[in-house]
């Protein structure tokens, strides 16, 4: 299972969810915890109010005042739970059911009042009780003052207050995951106009949009100079192809002169001058900047008629499936060779069918042919690609038929791809740039 996603969004969406729950859980947890800290501070100010009425009934000699005792009864007896105790040297007097509390540490001076007077203290009980005591000194000896309250007092409170903590923090989170949402998708636009921006260059623009974000635009003018760089490249080749062709013109003219009185050499010939005249027909049509486009259709049905003429000994069903409105960006001659060299091959080592489809790809035109022959090993596929080799020498043929196609693809920004036919066989696709209908 993969834990981290291939998507830069699916990343930072990820991130940003992690680090949002994290700051939700230790911002609830600060201020429930901020929340009891000023519960219990309430309710020590209370119980310190309470030591303050005790220490009213409590005279100089240490004696307890009974009678002022039972005049703040009422304000002492707070509910269920809150208790008293006044401890003197002579005598101890509580509420009902005093709690038993821990027996504290050494009581801290008010170093700031300078008297030696302590401060209330604070004590925990048992079954959940909270306490205050303070020791008060008197003629007749250390007067010991407590008052106590259950410790639900400050859990009720924090409680009623959790249900509208969590939905508060709940909602939060929702609106800081919808605004993650939004930052993301529209920090990563920039991204997504950029991967248009190259499928346009694939398909033929010239360049890309260099006005991107600080953090884009050097990779914009990179990706710029490559296409330049490309560009002048395959001017450089092409226009030796030309030169070379054009050169072969003469010779080649000289020696039909030489070989008319033989029909099958003068055939041969003219079909080299055919080729060389084609490669000039290209080199002065790219020349001169005129992007060719050829209906798909049409040009895959002569194809597939001339093949099955071809191969007609071989009995082979070679049907076709192509939209009539697509047209490829590649120069009619060239589609011929190309396609026609990827139909051959798969009607020379089909069994009984070859199937010929195209479809819209990513923004090119995949054209695919699947036959139901022996197919073609995982191992031996770039090699089948490679000029002049044969993998099965009993077939007729120069083994250039698949090494041609794959040139052609790149040339004009595509790519063959040799995969396993559903059912068994060689599925032969090829990519190509999209073309307008003219």
């Given amino acids: 299972m993969r834990l981290i996603p291939r998507s830069i969004h699916g990343r930072m969406l990820g991130l940003s969810l992690l680090a949002t729950l994290v700051a939700l859980v230790v ?11 000023f519960v219990t501070q309430g309710l020590d100010q209370r119980l310190d109010a309470e030591l303050s009425l ?29 208790q008293w ?56 000896g250390p007067v010991v ?23 508060t923090l709940g909602i939060l989170g929702i609106v800081l995951g919808v605004a993650t949402l939004v930052q993301v998708r529209i920090g990563l636009r920039p991204l997504r106009a950029l991967r248009d921006g190259v499928a346009a260059m694939r398909r033929g623009a010239t360049s890309i949009s260099e006005a991107q974000p600080d953090e884009l635009r050097p990779l914009a003018i990179e990706l710029n100079a490559l296409a330049r760089d490309n560009a002048s490249a395959l001017a450089t080749a092409r226009a030796s192809a030309a030169n070379l062709a054009h050169a072969l013109k003469t010779p080649v003219a000289t020696l039909a002169l030489t070989v008319r009185d033989d ?20 080199a002065r049509n790219i020349a001169g900047g005129h992007a060719s486009s050829t209906a798909l259709a049409p040009a895959i049905a002569d194809l597939v008629s001339t093949i099955r003429r ?3 000994e071989r009995s082979i069903v070679i049907d076709a499936a192509i939209d009539p409105a697509l047209h490829v960006a590649v120069d009619a001659a060239d589609l011929d060779e190309l396609a026609g060299n990827l ?57 250039f038929g698949l090494a041609i196609a794959r040139e ?28 307008t209908a003219v």
Avoid: C
Avoid at 66 to 77: I, Q, V, W
């Fill in 310 to 312: 071809l191969r007609m």
């Fill in 145 to 167: 003052l407590t008052a106590a309250a259950p410790r639900d007092v400050v859990a009720r409170p924090i409680q009623a207050a959790v249900v509208p903590l969590l939905a």
């Fill in 343 to 399: 139909i051959d091959n798969a009607a020379r080592h089909a069994r009984t069918t070859v199937h010929v489809a195209a479809r819209v790809d990513q923004g090119m035109i995949r054209l695919s042919v699947v036959d139901d022959g022996p197919g073609i090993a995982l191992a031996d596929r770039q090699r089948a690609t490679d000029a002049g080799v044969r993998l099965d020498e009993r077939e007729d043929g120069h083994g």
């Fill in 85 to 140: 105790q006044i401890s003197g040297p002579a005598q101890t007097v509580s509420s009902a059911e005093f709690p038993t509390l821990r027996t504290p540490g050494p009581a801290p001076r008010d170093a700031l009042r300078g008297e030696g007077k302590e401060r209330p203290q604070p004590l925990e009980g048992r079954d959940g009780v909270h306490a205050r005591r303070i020791s008060i000194a008197t003629d007749a």
């Fill in 54 to 82: 005790l220490a009213g009934a409590v005279d100089g000699d240490g004696r307890i005042d009974r009678a002022r005792l039972t005049r703040l009864r009422g304000l002492l007896d707070a509910g269920p739970g809150w």
């Fill in 263 to 282: 029909p099958a050499q003068a055939a041969q010939l003219a079909r080299i001058d055919a080729t060389i005249r084609h490669h000039l027909a290209r």
């Fill in 408 to 435: 052609l693809a790149a040339l004009y920004g595509g790519v063959l791809v040799l995969d396993d036919a559903a059912g068994g066989g060689l599925s032969a696709s090829v990519t190509m740039p999209i073309g």
């Fill in 27 to 37: 911002a609830g947890a600060a201020i429930a915890g901020v929340l009891q800290r």
